[in-house]
């Protein structure tokens, strides 16, 4: 099993900024990739932005040039940096892990309690 603790969401004003974390613990054997998604009220969840073992990472279009995400290997940490924020960022902000809590088990596919972004206009 693998818990994922995210903070860092609150309100904020249009073109301010916020920083997501989140931190992956309990059996890992290995991660594969860490990252971001996001529901807004009436949508579907969406990729925000990953990032896999490598450092390579994914972003969507809509968020380029505003936010980055970063990882620390060591502690299975994934953070969001999110700057420029548009009152259409508002969402739910949910963190995902994809790896393995064995070497011969099956792939993980744990995701966070999700935290709530708001920015106001």
């Known amino acids: 099993q693998v818990q994922l603790v995210e903070s860092g969401g609150g309100l904020v004003q249009a073109g301010g900024s916020l920083r997501l974390s989140c931190a992956a613990s309990?059996?890992?054997?290995?991660?594969?990739?860490m990252g971001w998604y996001r529901q807004a009220p009436g949508n579907q969840r969406e990729l925000v932005a990953t990032?896999?073992?490598?450092?390579?990472?994914d972003y969507a279009d809509s968020i380029k040039g505003r936010f980055t995400i970063s990882r620390l290997n060591a502690q299975n940490t994934v953070y969001l940096k999110m700057d420029s924020l548009k009152p259409e960022d508002t969402a739910v902000y949910y963190c995902?892990?994809?790896?393995?809590?064995?070497?011969?088990?099956?792939?993980?596919?744990?995701w966070g309690q999700g935290t709530l972004v708001t920015v106001s206009a």
């Open positions: 995902n892990f994809r790896g393995y809590s064995n070497y011969d088990g099956p792939p993980l596919d744990a």
């Open positions: 990032v896999n073992r490598g450092g390579a990472t």
């Open positions: 309990g059996s890992i054997f290995a991660t594969v990739a």
